[in-house]
């Protein structure tokens, strides 16, 4: 689906941002061990950073972009970049940028003593070749579209 209009464009710029900045914190993650803070939290960057041009962004009619970019419009996912989509819109919201129970049980067991298990990006192993390899995709592919826009803007264009 081509841009259709300004503020499609300016979502897709700012899609493709993210995207660019997604790509930086996983290429940097490959630079640290699996088991550090500092791969976690680059890993951490790099998917809720992946995630944002998917998610609800402005919601009024007055703004001069649209709310978010659908991944239908960029490109019909295999199955395992779709399992990687979903694995990254579900951590996303509800381990990364909330902290659901589901990913962070906590009990009291019969003596009082507290026990959780805090949700950790390092386990079970996450595939961030294969985030990079999407995020480079659809980086094109969102360059592509702003690049045909402006080369050939719809009649109709606002």
Do not use: W
């Amino acid at each position: 689906m081509a841009i259709s209009n300004k503020q499609q464009l300016n979502r897709y710029t700012i899609g493709c941002g993210d995207f660019s900045k997604a790509l930086e914190y996983l290429k940097a993650s490959k630079n640290y061990q699996p088991n550090t803070i500092i791969y976690e939290a680059l890993l951490f960057a790099g998917i809720v950073t992946y995630f944002k041009p998917f998610s609800e962004n402005e919601r009024s009619n007055l703004t001069d972009v649209t709310s978010k970019i659908s991944i239908e419009e960029l490109m019909n996912l295999s199955d395992s970049e779709n399992k990687l989509h979903e694995r990254c819109k579900t951590l996303r919201n509800k381990a990364l940028a909330h902290s659901e129970f589901s990913f962070n049980p906590t009990r009291v067991d019969g003596s009082g003593i507290i026990a959780s298990k805090p949700f950790s990006l390092l386990s079970p192993p996450f595939d961030v070749d294969g985030l990079i390899a999407l995020l480079e995709k659809l980086y094109f592919i969102c360059d592509n579209k702003r690049a045909d826009y402006i080369l050939h803007p719809p009649q109709n264009a606002n």
